[in-house]
């Protein structure tokens, strides 16, 4: 056997399952997992050397056999695969901008042989076909193209403000304007060299002797620097003196707080740190009047003063020029406030003389002139407070309105008037529950009488139905026995004997089927007990008609439970 088939035949031999597990093994894995959940054994330990959670299920620590055969414990199988993850650019990448073009001055190996560039091939060339080929002319090259970088970026990389931002830009602008500086204090330097040096500035110096401060020499001098007020002005925080110049930094004002600082709340106002802005307000959430807090964010600002009367005085001149007046609100400010003053006078008026044309016309004055809607609908600033029941807690609640009837006039002891109290269609008294006008209160003695009556004669009522419904019963089958004992006498009226026979025999009948009913019933409450899922099929019984002795022995069997009386009668 050669060195490659054996080679094959080991990794045949790894790759195979893995053998059952004796018993004996099993038990002392399973003691050693529940040692180790209880933390009296050390953890597994991956490749890696970081410990694995001995609370994981074996569903997810288990290793399948036909990827990890050295049998180690890991977990690197439950973590995203470097071979399969999406690569993204760095953060440095970015497209080449402004490339200079080398243009070769001989020709190249491997280069177009129509215009000699190196990116592409003669039959890619987009210029016009030479008679005379850059490979034979050896004059006229042409540049070669430069071909961007293919940028994979993902989701925040897509999104992100400063993608080709280069800092060094940055720099090369500071470093101009440092440049521009020092040649601005140099030439300043000369000129005040040679200015001491013809002897103009002691001229100066002696014709203001009565100016103590020198800044006022500065300001009054016709060749003073451009940037004068620049470097008088004081930044927010320091005081700068632009003669000594000496800086001297003050200590923040406390009130002055940073905008990120004023609600650490993640789910308030956001900040954004390029601009330095906070729209929203940041104390929203809390519930504090804008007016109260020291800032209310960046919005506010544009609706508060004079932003609104500035806005709509900004709309006037637009909609002045569209139609040939011109107006500029920051050219000719005092013209556009004239010209819009007078605008809302001639508004007002012809909504006026509108007004006053459509009452002359139509009429209708009479209803402008009503009185104010608080009065024609009763409603008063007196303050009521109500709980959740109605009650009243806070204030004075409303005066109920009288009629030009007597009211609330008590009789006989009453304490609630005639109509307080209504049932079965009769109206009474609250206080007693007494339906007889002009009657004496008897009081909560009253309502147990009445009660007490109302139950008699529902007892009454039930008993007495019961009984009219038994007598119609009777009578029912006394007739139906007339009704056979005819239709019998005229069939046999010879046969006295047979007749006594027959009853004798429905009797019997009866009795068998009173016994089968109550078996039935036993049957069924024995039934009944059973669980559903447990209950035998009726599906197999024989299905008929029921005879007339069944059906009147179900008749005398069967409960009624909404019968008052079935107590009385041992149903």
């Known amino acids: 056997m050669s060195k490659e088939e054996s080679k094959v035949s080991e990794e045949i031999v790894d790759l195979e399952?893995?053998?059952?597990?004796?018993?004996?093994?099993?038990?002392?894995?399973?003691?050693?997992?529940?040692?180790r959940k209880l933390g009296n054994a050390p953890a597994e330990v991956d490749e890696e050397g970081k410990d694995i959670n001995p609370h994981i299920p074996q569903y997810i620590s288990s290793v399948p056999w036909y990827i990890d055969p050295s049998k180690r414990p890991t977990l690197r199988h439950q973590r995203p695969q470097e071979e399969n993850q999406k690569q993204f650019a760095p953060i440095g990448d970015w497209y080449k901008r402004g490339v200079q073009e080398v243009i070769s001055t001989k020709f190249r190996k491997g280069a177009c042989e129509n215009c000699g560039a190196m990116t592409h091939k003669k039959k890619d060339c987009l210029e016009r076909p030479r008679k005379v080929g850059a490979k034979?002319?050896?004059?006229?090259?042409?540049?070669?193209?430069?071909?961007?970088?293919?940028?994979?970026?993902?989701?925040?990389?897509?999104?992100?403000?400063?993608?080709?931002?280069?800092?060094?830009?940055?720099?090369?602008?500071?470093?101009?304007?440092?440049?521009?500086?020092?040649?601005?204090?140099?030439?300043?330097?000369?000129?005040?060299?040679?200015?001491?040096?013809?002897?103009?500035?002691?001229?100066?110096?002696?014709?203001?002797k009565h100016l103590d401060d020198d800044a006022a020499q500065d300001h009054s001098s016709e060749d003073e620097d451009d940037d004068k007020y620049v470097d008088d002005f004081d930044m927010p925080g320091q005081n700068f003196d632009s003669k000594r110049r000496i800086t001297v930094r003050n200590?923040?004002?406390?009130?002055?707080?940073?905008?990120?600082?004023?609600?650490?709340?993640?789910?308030?106002?956001?900040?954004?740190?390029?601009?330095?802005?906070?729209?929203?307000?940041?104390?929203?959430?809390?519930?504090?009047?804008p007016e109260e807090v020291g800032y209310a964010g960046d919005n506010f600002v544009r609706y508060s003063g004079d932003t609104i009367s500035m806005a709509q005085t900004q709309l006037f001149a637009w909609e002045a020029y569209e139609k040939g007046s011109e107006v500029h609100l920051q050219a000719d400010p005092t013209k556009l406030e004239l010209l819009h003053q007078s605008y809302k006078v001639k508004k007002d008026d012809f909504k006026e003389k509108q007004k006053e044309s459509i009452l002359e016309k139509y009429g209708g004055q009479e209803h402008l002139d009503a009185p104010p809607r608080e009065l024609l609908l009763a409603q008063t600033e007196e303050y009521v407070e109500y709980s959740r029941h109605g009650a009243v807690l806070k204030g004075q609640e409303k005066a109920v309105a009288c009629s030009k009837y007597e009211e609330d006039v008590l009789i006989n002891n009453h304490t609630c008037i005639w109509g307080s109290y209504w049932?079965?269609?009769?109206?009474?008294?609250?206080?007693?529950?007494?339906?007889?006008?002009?009657?004496?209160?008897?009081g909560e003695a009253g309502k147990k009488v009445v009660v007490g009556v109302r139950c008699v004669s529902i007892v009454c009522y039930y008993v007495s139905k019961h009984l009219f419904c038994l007598i119609?019963?009777?009578?029912?089958?006394?007739?139906?026995?007339?009704?056979?004992?005819?239709?019998?006498?005229?069939?046999?009226?010879?046969?006295?004997?047979?007749?006594?026979?027959?009853?004798?025999?429905?009797?019997?009948?009866?009795?068998?089927?009173?016994?089968?009913?109550?078996?039935?019933?036993?049957?069924?409450?024995?039934?009944?007990?059973f669980d559903e899922r447990k209950r035998p099929y009726n599906s197999l019984k024989e299905v008929r008609e029921p005879t007339e002795e069944e059906m009147e022995a179900f008749r005398m069997k069967r409960c009624r439970p909404d019968d008052p009386m079935a107590s009385f009668l041992g149903q």
């Open 17 to 35: 399952e893995p053998k059952k597990m004796t018993r004996e093994d099993w038990r002392k894995k399973k003691e050693l997992e529940e040692q």
């Open 136 to 208: 034979y002319s050896g004059s006229g090259m042409a540049p070669d193209e430069h071909q961007q970088i293919q940028l994979s970026m993902d989701y925040d990389g897509k999104r992100d403000r400063w993608n080709g931002y280069n800092p060094d830009e940055h720099m090369r602008i500071v470093e101009e304007y440092a440049k521009v500086d020092l040649a601005k204090r140099t030439l300043k330097a000369q000129k005040l060299q040679e200015e001491l040096a013809s002897g103009k500035l002691m001229d100066q110096a002696n014709s203001r």
């Open 251 to 289: 200590l923040r004002i406390r009130e002055d707080i940073a905008k990120y600082l004023r609600n650490l709340d993640p789910n308030s106002a956001y900040y954004d740190p390029k601009t330095r802005a906070m729209r929203e307000n940041p104390y929203s959430n809390t519930g504090k009047n």
């Open 423 to 442: 049932k079965d269609g009769h109206w009474g008294y609250k206080c007693c529950h007494s339906m007889v006008k002009q009657s004496y209160c008897t």
């Open 472 to 529: 119609i019963c009777f009578m029912h089958q006394e007739k139906m026995k007339d009704k056979k004992k005819k239709k019998k006498s005229k069939k046999h009226r010879d046969s006295d004997s047979s007749d006594e026979e027959d009853e004798a025999k429905k009797k019997e009948k009866l009795k068998k089927a009173l016994s089968a009913e109550e078996q039935r019933l036993k049957q069924v409450a024995e039934m009944m007990q």
